[in-house]
Structures are given as C-alpha cells and as structure tokens.
C-alpha cells in the first residue's frame, strides 16, 4: 500500500537478449557510482575510475554481482536496462548550485561532472523505481534529487566534529533507528555505524522522512516510503560488519529483475 507504481521499460534488444541469460542466476547486477579522479601506480600517473573495493565486496557478500559505474550522462538507459539495483556511493561534498546555495568555505571536492550524472541516474533510477541504497555522499545527492538541500557543515551546527573527526579515519558513534521506518525493520532500534561526513540533510527533498538520528540530534537516514526501496545513510555500511543494508537491496533488486523478466 502506498508504493508508486514503477513506470514500464523496455530494455534495448541488445541489453534484452544478455539480461535474459542472467536472468535467474540468482545473482542480480547491482550498480555502484564511482570516482573519475587522478591516480599513480607503477610509472602511471592518470585519471581513472574506481571506488573503494569495501562497495564491491558489500555487495558480494550480499549475494549480488556489482558493476562499478562511472560518472557519465551518455547510455544511462541502456544502463539502467541492464542493473537490477543502484549503490550511490561516498567522496566529495555536493556542488552547493545544485541546490541553489552559496558555497561555505568548508566544503571540499566538488566535482559538477560528478554531480549532474548521478543526478540524472538517480532521478531515472528513481523513476523506475530500482531499489537504491545511497551511501553518504549518495544520500545528500538522494535528498538534492528530490528538492532538498543541506547543512553545509554540521560542526558549526552540533559543536564538534565526532562525525568527521580525522580526515581519512571512521568515526564511530549509535544512531537511533526511528519507529515505523524500512531501517529500524532492517537494523533494529540502534546500531553502531561508521561515520566520516561534515555535512548533513537540511530540508528534506519530496517524499523522503527521516529514518534515523544520532545522539546530537543529525539525521542520519533518510527514506522514501512510497518506493520500492530508497533508503539513504550518512554512515558507511560497507565498511562495517553487518551487511543487512547490502542484504536487503540485493534481495529486492532480485524482486525488480523478476517482475522485469
């Protein structure tokens, strides 16, 4: 009661005919976005794409097969044909203009290619209604999608950096699950998780609630009820010990891809 009904696709012939050969493997594609960001091995120094393997090993280790997504508007129906569910992944903080905002002095590693793909992935994602689970950065990119904005720096808000202490260094803190939510029936009433963000939701986009808090009172996750599964975390479940997040997207993108096929 109160999903929204997911709009009809029709994957492309080429994507159809692969998509059908999976199709009961039992493994479903799940999609990870990803860095496009400068990097050294060996005598190379060069731009790549990549993501921190913990997405990728999360997502196994859910019973999924990941897929790691590059930042990049070209081909994203075809895409989107191809993934059963959607990783929105960390890095950097969010362009402020996508929300109409002025930039804060604290806010670092903003990548508007970054930004204005993800964007169009996830409202079409969305569209669709693919299971979507967006992690940090993914979940302010969740809130920006829908309308909302953000806190642009929680210290100033909170009086202190717990959520963020050292850069490069999880922080770890509870959260509380709030009652009635998709979270709190997948986590529990508390869960320890792993934080590493200086920004926060602000305004909420349209159709998302809140879903959890910590102890200073930040929200901490954010959901949509109306959908198939669209949750948002500020932590950092991949790299945690319990993948029940990781879980339950992959068995509802198991869901989505049989009702496809």
């Not at 009652?179 to 920004?199: D, F, N």
């Not at 993948?243 to 992959?250: D, G, S």
Request: charged share 25%; hydrophobic share 35%.
């Amino acid at each position: 009661p109160g999903r929204r009904r997911r709009c009809p696709t029709t994957p492309s012939s080429s994507w159809a005919s692969a998509r059908r050969s999976l199709a009961g493997t039992g493994s479903p594609l799940i999609g990870i976005t990803s860095y496009e960001e400068p990097v050294a091995w060996g005598a190379w120094n060069v731009e790549a794409v990549l993501v921190p393997s913990a997405y990728t090993r999360a997502v196994e280790g859910a019973g999924g097969r990941p897929l790691v997504v590059p930042p990049a508007e070209l081909g994203m129906e075809e895409l989107l044909d191809a993934l059963d569910g959607l990783v929105f992944s960390g890095g950097g903080d969010v362009d402020p203009g996508a929300y109409g905002a002025e930039a804060h002095d604290a806010v670092r590693g903003v990548n508007p290619k970054r930004d204005e793909a993800e964007l169009e992935l996830l409202r079409e994602a969305l569209r669709r209604d693919m299971p979507v689970l967006a992690v940090c950065r993914g979940s302010q990119v969740l809130n920006v999608a829908l309308g909302g904005d953000l806190v642009q720096h929680l210290p100033e808000v909170v009086g202190d950096e717990k959520h963020k202490h050292t850069p490069g260094v999880f922080g770890d803190h509870d959260v509380d699950l709030l009652p009635g939510t998709r979270l709190q029936r997948v986590l529990g009433e508390h869960a320890p998780v792993k934080s590493h963000h200086h920004q926060g939701y602000g305004r909420l986009g349209e159709g998302l609630r809140e879903a959890a808090r910590a102890d200073d009172g930040t929200i901490e996750a954010i959901e949509d009820p109306s959908r198939r599964f669209a949750l948002g975390v500020l932590w950092h479940p991949e790299e945690g010990e319990d993948f029940a997040l990781f879980q339950e997207l992959v068995e509802e993108a198991r869901g989505y891809r049989e009702e496809r096929w």
